[in-house]
């Protein structure tokens, strides 16, 4: 069973565009949601997380939207840039069976031209 | 430089033939971590331990051994490798619980097994 359900699977965008990412889950365990950005070759590495006790995250051009009652979290990329073409995954952990572990969606492939 | 360094980067192998991948982290990070990458899938979970001597399973722990003798290293073992263990590793480490912070990953083990 998919704990984190991530899309779209992939994305294209114009430079300059707004690109969005959306995620869910049904676990109310989880209270600790972060994304990754992962650059081919590289291993994935933080980009920007959010707790349930906010409702937004603004850090530069990467937004992270929280949505308690819905189950359901997005990151928005402002003004898109080429230098953004990465795969991007949401993730979840939290309390209780789920501590020790961090879910991942499937990942968005973002590809943005020039 | 703080990192997780894993080896080796790439192998291939035959079907049975046991190898191990090795994990080292120089963070003195408690907390540390295997997952597969396969397109589509996303990151998959393998196993993950939360400090010296204690380990647990994820999501996709059939086929795999893990140990943590020592703070630093966390080696995944695979005894008798089969085909459909052919993937991307990846091992990680954050400085507690997933839920704390970050966590960092290495550049990752292409595997193949013919």
């Given amino acids: 069973q998919q704990q984190v359900k991530q899309s779209p699977q992939s994305l294209i965008v114009q430079k300059g565009g707004i690109s969005i990412i959306n995620c869910a889950y049904e676990n109310t365990a989880f209270d600790y949601f972060p994304w990754y950005q992962q650059f081919p070759g590289k291993g994935p590495a933080l980009l920007i997380a959010i707790r349930p006790d906010v409702s937004e995250k603004k850090e530069g051009r990467f937004t992270i939207s929280f949505n308690k009652s819905a189950k359901q979290f997005s990151l928005h990329i402002m003004d898109s840039q080429p230098g953004d073409s990465a795969t991007y995954f949401c993730a979840a952990s939290g309390r209780g069976s789920t501590l020790g572990r961090l879910y991942f969606g499937r990942g968005t492939q973002l590809t943005v031209w020039p | ?114």
Avoid at chain 2, 5 to 29: A, D, E, F, W
Avoid at chain 2, 66 to 85: A, D, T
Wanted: with cysteine; net charge positive; proline share 6%.
């Fill in chain 2, 1 to 114: 430089e703080a990192q997780v360094t894993q080896n080796p980067r790439y192998l291939i192998t035959v079907t049975g033939k046991k190898l191990t991948v090795t994990c080292s982290q120089n963070m003195n990070h408690e907390y540390m971590s295997w997952y597969r990458q396969d397109p589509g899938l996303g990151l998959r979970q393998i196993y993950y331990s939360m400090n010296v001597e204690v380990t647990d399973k994820g999501d996709v722990p059939e086929g795999y051994k893990v140990s943590r003798k020592e703070k630093r290293n966390f080696p995944l073992i695979l005894e008798s490798p089969s085909p459909n263990q052919t993937s991307l590793y990846f091992c990680a480490s954050s400085l507690s619980l997933p839920r704390a912070g970050e966590l960092f990953f290495g550049e990752g083990s292409r595997l193949t097994v013919l």
